[in-house]
C-alpha cells in the first residue's frame, strides 16, 4: 500500500511559497519603492505622501473581504492577485525612463497594494480552511519567517546585490530599479506559476447568496465590535500605541540614505537594504520573540507599560545619528548598522504588546476573528497619517529636531500602554484561555446582559459607530485630500479646499448623530444603571469633539494654501 504523506508535509508544499508570495508585494510597496524615489532625487515629502497613503489599500481590506467568498474558490484569486501583481511590477519598470514616472509608478503602485491586500485576505483564508488547527499550529512559526523572508529578499538581498551590480557595471541608477522591479515580477510570476500545481483551493464554509447578504452579515459583525465595554479606552491604545513609530517607519529609511549636505547619512540604497532588512529583521525578530516571552511570563496587564518603553525609547537612536550627522562629525557604517539595529529590537520587543492586547482584549467575542481584522485594520490605518507627515515635516525642520519630534509624539504612546483598560482581565477568564475559538462568550455578549442594559449598550454602540465614521472621514479623506495639497503654490487648492468644506457638512451629520444616540443611551439608562457602557457614549462624544478641533486644523492649513 502506498504511504500517504502527512498534513504537515503536504502544507509544506504551499505555505512557505503562499507567505514569501504575501511578503514580496507589501514590502516593495513600503520598503523598496521608497528607497527607489530617494534614489532617483525625489523630495522626502513626496515619497512619504504618496507611499504613506497607498497603505490605506491594507487598512480597508474588511470592507470587501466577505464578497470575495460569493465567486470561484481562493486559490483563483491569490493565483490570479499573484499574476496581477507580477504585471504591475514590471509595469513600474517600465515607466521609470518616462517624464511622468512619479505620477504613473504611484497610480500603479496603488493597484498593487489593492491587488496584493486582496491576495492577503484569500491567502489567510487558505491556510484557516484547508488544514486543521494542530497544522495550522505547527506551521506558524513557518508563516511569519516566510513573509519576513519576503522582505528580506525584496527589499534588502535583491537591492543590495543590483547596487553591487551597478557600481560595478556602470549602470545608472534608473536601469537599476528597473531590474529590481522587473526581478520582482518575475518572482511573483513564478511563483504564481508553482501554486498553480501545488496551492489547494481552501473551502467555504457558508459561501454568501447575495451582495446584499454580504452586506447585512457585514453590517451585523460590524456592530457587536463596538458594543465592548471600555470600547474607547481599547481604541485610544490601538491609535496611539505606534504614534511614534508611526513617524520614523518610512522617514528613518530616508534619513539613512539622505545627502549629508542635508543631515543625512549619505548611504545608497544597497546599504540601507542590508542594514534594514538583514541586521533590521534579525534583531526585529529576536525581539519580537523576547518580547513574547516577557509577556507571557508577567501577564500582558503587568508587562505592557514595559513594552511600551521598549517599542519608543530606541528612537533615542535616530537623534543620536541625526545630532552627528548634523554637526558633521561623521558616522561609521558600524556606528549606524548598530544604532539601526537597536531600534528595530525595540521595535520589535513593543510590538507584541500592541498584537496581543487587541487579541486578548479587544478582539473577543462571537466574531474574535472578524473583530480582530478590525483592530489591526484601525491599526494600521493611523499609520497613514504619520507616515504622510512625516516627509513634511523632516523637510521643514531639518533631521536632527524631527528625530526629537518623534521622541515627543513617544509620549502619548506610552501613557496610552500605561492606562490601557483590560475589561477582560477577570471577567472572561474563560474566554481568553479559549481566545483561538472563532465564537466566545464575553462579559459583553447579549445573553449576560439585562434588558436595560443590552438597550443601552445597542444605542451607545450606534453612537460609536457614528463617531468611528467621523474619525475615519479625517483619517483617509482629509488626509489624501491634504496630501494633494503638499507642495502645490498658494492659491491653487481651490477645489480641494471646496471638497473639504463639503466633508465638513458629513461630519457634522455624524457628529449630530452621536450625540443624539448618547443623549438617548442617558435617558434609558437612568442614574445608576449601565455605567459601563454609558462611558462608550461618552468616549463617542470625546472622540467626535477631537475630530472637530483636527477638522478646524485641516481647514486652516487648507486655506493658507488654497487663498
Same mark, same amino acid.
Not at 192 to 202: I, M, R
Given at each position: 500500500?502506498?504511504?500517504?504523506?502527512?498534513?504537515?508535509?503536504?502544507?509544506?508544499?504551499?505555505?512557505?511559497?503562499?507567505?514569501l508570495a504575501m511578503g514580496i508585494p507589501y514590502n516593495v510597496v513600503n520598503g523598496t519603492a521608497v528607497r527607489m524615489y530617494k534614489s532617483l532625487g525625489y523630495a522626502d515629502s513626496q515619497i512619504t505622501v504618496a507611499i504613506g497613503s497607498i497603505g490605506i489599500a491594507w487598512s480597508l481590506k474588511p470592507l470587501w473581504a466577505a464578497f470575495l467568498d460569493m465567486y470561484r474558490t481562493k486559490r483563483f484569486f491569490v493565483i490570479s492577485m499573484e499574476l496581477l501583481i507580477a504585471l504591475l511590477l514590471l509595469g513600474v519598470a517600465m515607466s521609470i525612463p518616462t517624464s511622468g514616472f512619479f505620477q504613473t509608478s504611484i497610480a500603479i503602485l496603488w493597484v498593487t497594494a489593492f491587488a496584493s491586500s486582496t491576495q492577503d485576505i484569500c491567502g489567510d483564508g487558505i491556510y484557516l480552511t484547508a488544514m486543521d488547527k494542530p497544522t495550522q499550529a505547527r506551521l506558524a512559526?513557518?508563516?511569519?519567517?516566510?513573509?519576513?523572508?519576503?522582505?528580506?529578499?525584496? %527589499?534588502?538581498?535583491?537591492?543590495?546585490?543590483?547596487?553591487?551590480?551597478?557600481?560595478?557595471?556602470?549602470?545608472?541608477?534608473?536601469?537599476?530599479?528597473?531590474?529590481?522591479? !522587473? &526581478?520582482?515580477? %518575475?518572482?511573483? =510570476? %513564478?511563483?504564481?506559476?508553482?501554486? &498553480?500545481?501545488?496551492?489547494? %483551493?481552501?473551502?467555504?464554509?457558508?459561501? @454568501?447568496?447575495? !451582495?446584499?447578504? &454580504?452586506?447585512?452579515?457585514?453590517?451585523?459583525?460590524?456592530?457587536?465590535?463596538?458594543?465592548?465595554?471600555?470600547?474607547?479606552?481599547m481604541i485610544a491604545f490601538v491609535f496611539l500605541y505606534r504614534l511614534g513609530e508611526g513617524l520614523i517607519l518610512q522617514e528613518g529609511q530616508l534619513f539613512l540614505q539622505g545627502a549629508q549636505s542635508r543631515g543625512g547619512l549619505g548611504l545608497t540604497a544597497g546599504e540601507v537594504s542590508n542594514i534594514e532588512a538583514v541586521y533590521g529583521t534579525v534583531t526585529l525578530i529576536v525581539g519580537g520573540l523576547l518580547g513574547g516571552w516577557f509577556a507571557g511570563r508577567v501577564g500582558l496587564s503587568r508587562a505592557l507599560?514595559?513594552?511600551?518603553?521598549?517599542?519608543?525609547? @530606541?528612537?533615542?537612536?535616530?537623534?543620536?545619528?541625526?545630532?552627528?550627522?548634523?554637526?558633521?562629525?561623521?558616522?561609521?557604517?558600524?556606528?549606524?548598522?548598530?544604532?539601526?539595529?537597536?531600534?528595530?529590537?525595540?521595535?520589535?520587543?513593543?510590538?507584541?504588546?500592541?498584537?496581543?492586547?487587541?487579541?486578548?482584549?479587544?478582539?473577543?467575542?462571537?466574531?474574535?476573528?472578524?473583530?480582530?481584522?478590525?483592530?489591526?485594520?484601525?491599526?494600521?490605518?493611523?499609520?497613514?497619517?504619520?507616515?504622510?507627515?512625516?516627509?513634511?515635516?523632516?523637510?521643514?525642520?531639518?533631521?536632527?529636531?524631527?528625530?526629537?519630534?518623534?521622541?515627543?509624539?513617544?509620549?502619548?504612546?506610552?501613557?496610552?500602554?500605561?492606562?490601557?483598560?483590560?475589561?477582560?482581565?477577570?471577567?472572561?477568564?474563560? =474566554?481568553?484561555?479559549?481566545?483561538?475559538?472563532?465564537?466566545?462568550?464575553?462579559?459583553?455578549? @447579549?445573553s449576560r446582559l439585562t434588558a436595560t442594559e443590552r438597550a443601552v449598550q445597542a444605542l451607545a454602540g450606534r453612537a460609536s459607530v457614528y463617531a468611528m465614521l467621523n474619525i475615519l472621514t479625517v483619517l483617509i479623506v482629509d488626509a489624501r485630500i491634504?496630501?494633494?495639497?503638499?507642495?502645490?503654490? =498658494?492659491?491653487?487648492?481651490?477645489?480641494?479646499?471646496?471638497?473639504?468644506?463639503?466633508?465638513?457638512? &458629513?461630519?457634522?451629520?455624524? !457628529?449630530?448623530?452621536?450625540?443624539?444616540?448618547?443623549?438617548e443611551a442617558q435617558a434609558v439608562a437612568g442614574p445608576a444603571t449601565a455605567q459601563a457602557y454609558l462611558g462608550n457614549a461618552k468616549g463617542a462624544r470625546v472622540a467626535t469633539g477631537i475630530c472637530a478641533a483636527a477638522t478646524a486644523c485641516v481647514l486652516v492649513f487648507a486655506a493658507r494654501v488654497a487663498f
Open positions: 500500500m502506498p504511504v500517504k504523506s502527512s498534513p504537515t508535509l503536504r502544507s509544506l508544499l504551499w505555505v512557505p511559497s503562499l507567505y512559526g513557518m508563516q511569519s519567517m516566510f513573509w519576513v523572508l519576503g522582505k528580506v529578499l525584496a %527589499a534588502g538581498i535583491l537591492i543590495s546585490v543590483l547596487d553591487r551590480v551597478r557600481v560595478s557595471q556602470g549602470w545608472t541608477q534608473p536601469r537599476m530599479w528597473q531590474t529590481v522591479m !522587473a &526581478v520582482s515580477a %518575475a518572482g511573483m =510570476a %513564478a511563483l504564481a506559476a508553482y501554486h &498553480v500545481f501545488f496551492l489547494p %483551493a481552501g473551502s467555504v464554509t457558508d459561501r @454568501p447568496g447575495s !451582495a446584499r447578504q &454580504v452586506v447585512t452579515d457585514f453590517v451585523g459583525t460590524a456592530t457587536t465590535f463596538f458594543h465592548k465595554r471600555a470600547f474607547w479606552g507599560w514595559v513594552l511600551g518603553l521598549f517599542l519608543n525609547i @530606541p528612537h533615542f537612536t535616530y537623534i543620536y545619528l541625526s545630532h552627528f550627522a548634523a554637526a558633521g562629525h561623521g558616522v561609521g557604517y558600524g556606528t549606524i548598522v548598530t544604532m539601526v539595529s537597536i531600534e528595530k529590537f525595540g521595535y520589535g520587543f513593543g510590538m507584541v504588546g500592541n498584537m496581543i492586547y487587541m487579541m486578548q482584549q479587544l478582539a473577543p467575542g462571537r466574531c474574535t476573528m472578524t473583530h480582530y481584522a478590525f483592530a489591526t485594520a484601525l491599526m494600521n490605518l493611523v499609520l497613514v497619517p504619520t507616515a504622510m507627515v512625516s516627509g513634511p515635516l523632516a523637510d521643514w525642520l531639518g533631521f536632527s529636531t524631527f528625530f526629537l519630534v518623534v521622541m515627543l509624539a513617544s509620549v502619548p504612546s506610552v501613557l496610552a500602554a500605561w492606562r490601557a483598560p483590560f475589561p477582560l482581565r477577570e471577567e472572561d477568564e474563560e =474566554a481568553l484561555a479559549d481566545i483561538g475559538s472563532q465564537a466566545v462568550t464575553t462579559v459583553d455578549d @447579549p491634504l496630501g494633494s495639497l503638499q507642495g502645490q503654490p =498658494a492659491g491653487t487648492g481651490q477645489v480641494q479646499f471646496a471638497i473639504l468644506l463639503g466633508v465638513v457638512a &458629513v461630519k457634522g451629520f455624524f !457628529a449630530f448623530r452621536t450625540f443624539s444616540l448618547s443623549r
